[in-house]
């Protein structure tokens, strides 16, 4: 089946500093999503892609759908210390059918921020 | 507005016993529904999913078993619990009609199980 790597697996920085991380896939999604998960809570739904080479923002979170349909990234600008948690990507196909609203999920990228 | 909720939030189950959780969804109507458990706080392996009243796709062979009696009621069980059933368990919806925006998935806050 379809597996996505995401990167980096974890990542400690200081109060402040803006934050990258990715994923790719060997094979192409139609949708691109990326949530955060707090500890003991279920993970919450940050940002949605929908269009190949689309750049969204929400607030200080910034999300693109890569143009070769096989990875996205998040960036965090100006980190704080709420935005400490697990972000997992997600990829989707929407081919019909059964397919549809069927997720793929990132191993996670476990976010440290330090006061 | 549509929310999910899921319960018990804790569980402590003896191997062998049997097990239900129960997520429900408020707000919408016939929307997809979702099983997933996650293992020591990392990935999210899909397990059941639902596009309507007593459809049921498995993605794992298991121990586990999911029922939809109704439009917005999702239920997860076990007839006799293993110690490897511990984890945390996530109920999920999205949207069902037929597009894109099906792929957005919204968490419940998902069940702790601990066998014993």
């Known amino acids: 089946g379809q597996q996505l790597n995401q990167s980096p697996q974890s990542m400690f920085i200081q109060e402040g500093e803006d934050v990258s991380m990715n994923c790719t896939s060997s094979?192409?999604?139609?949708?691109w999503l990326w949530y955060k998960q707090d500890p003991g809570e279920g993970p919450v739904l940050l940002i949605a892609l929908y269009k190949a080479g689309e750049l969204t923002s929400n607030g200080r979170l910034t999300a693109q759908f890569g143009i070769t349909r096989k990875d996205s990234f998040l960036n965090i600008s100006a980190s704080i210390p709420s935005d400490v948690g697990i972000y997992f990507c997600a990829g989707g196909l929407n081919a019909g059918g059964t397919s549809y609203g069927k997720l793929t999920f990132g191993q996670g990228t476990i976010l440290t921020v330090h006061p | 507005s549509q929310t999910i909720h899921q319960w018990p939030a804790t569980l402590v189950q003896p191997v062998g016993s049997p097990l239900s959780l129960e997520c429900t969804v408020e707000?919408?109507?016939?929307?997809?529904l979702y099983w997933y458990r996650q293992a020591a706080g990392r990935g999210l392996q899909l397990l059941f999913y639902?596009?309507?009243?007593?459809?049921i796709s498995s993605e794992v062979p298991q121990n586990l078993s999911a029922s939809r009696p109704q439009d917005r009621q999702f239920i997860l069980s076990s007839k006799k619990l293993l110690l490897s059933d511990s984890g945390f368990y996530l109920c999920?919806?999205?949207?069902?009609?037929?597009?894109?925006?099906?792929?957005?998935?919204?968490f419940g806050p998902g069940t702790r199980l601990t066998v014993l």
């Open positions: 094979s192409i999604f139609n949708t």
């Open positions: 999920a919806w999205s949207l069902g009609r037929g597009r894109a925006l099906d792929n957005e998935q919204f």
């Open positions: 707000g919408t109507s016939n929307p997809n």
């Open positions: 639902s596009v309507g009243i007593g459809q």
